[in-house]
């Protein structure tokens, strides 16, 4: 079982469309939870950053962490073409562990 | 200001050339990191660096030297490199190891 995993996707979804992506992980140690965005042929930008089971938000973007079911997830509300990217979870306890990526496309 | 900034946007190297990757923030970080991202995977740690020394290498080959001059500076030099070696370098960097960590845009490599 990999440490980190994500949602394969890809995903497609209309312009205006609540999106959820998630994450499981296996290892407790994990205590901090980020969700990037990547554009193809760029780097990965910080979207959320949680430490605590609960909920973040940030304008139309919501990051959920339930740290008792070992289980993460980014909402985006009224999604809109520029969302399309790679979406990355990630986490830190004893060593930094991206997810493989889920690959979101938000049709007009 | 949350910018990293890396430099040349894009290389093309020979197998037996020597060149390097820079890469450089001005937020007051103190730990920075090198990642190699093939296409559609998610990215791969290299090395960390914290309060500018080596505190994580990930096995990575010995063709891969890192180095940080200083706080806000950090290079990849790279040498004899291999065809399959030909990928995305992401440099990232966060206020201490294990923070959340922003990324600059990557130097693509190609290597022929």
């Known amino acids: 079982q990999k440490e980190v995993e994500q949602d394969p996707g890809p995903l497609s979804v209309p312009e205006g469309a609540i999106v959820s992506l998630n994450c499981t992980y296996s290892n407790s140690a994990f205590q901090y939870f980020m969700w990037y965005r990547q554009y193809s042929r760029k780097g990965p930008e910080l979207l959320m950053y949680t430490y605590s089971s609960g909920n973040k938000e940030d304008g139309r973007f919501t990051a959920q962490v339930d740290k008792s079911s070992k289980y993460i997830s980014l909402f985006i509300r009224d999604s809109q073409p520029s969302d399309s990217a790679t979406y990355l979870c990630?986490?830190?306890?004893?060593?930094?562990?991206f997810g493989p990526g889920t690959r979101l496309s938000v049709l007009p | 200001d949350t910018e990293v900034t890396q430099t040349p946007k894009h290389l093309v190297m020979g197998m037996t050339n020597k060149k390097s990757l820079k890469c450089e923030q001005h937020m007051g970080h103190r730990a920075m990191y090198w990642y190699k991202q093939k296409a559609k995977k998610p990215p791969e740690l290299m090395f960390v660096?914290?309060?500018?020394?080596?505190?994580i290498n990930e096995s990575v080959p010995s063709r891969f030297s890192p180095e940080c001059p200083n706080s806000s500076l950090l290079n990849l030099h790279l040498h004899a490199l291999q065809p399959e070696d030909s990928a995305l370098y992401l440099c990232a960097s966060s206020q201490a190891a294990g923070e959340e960590q922003y990324f600059g845009p990557g130097t693509r490599l190609t290597v022929t």
């Open positions: 990630a986490m830190y306890g004893q060593n930094f562990v």
């Open positions: 660096y914290s309060y500018e020394k080596l505190s």
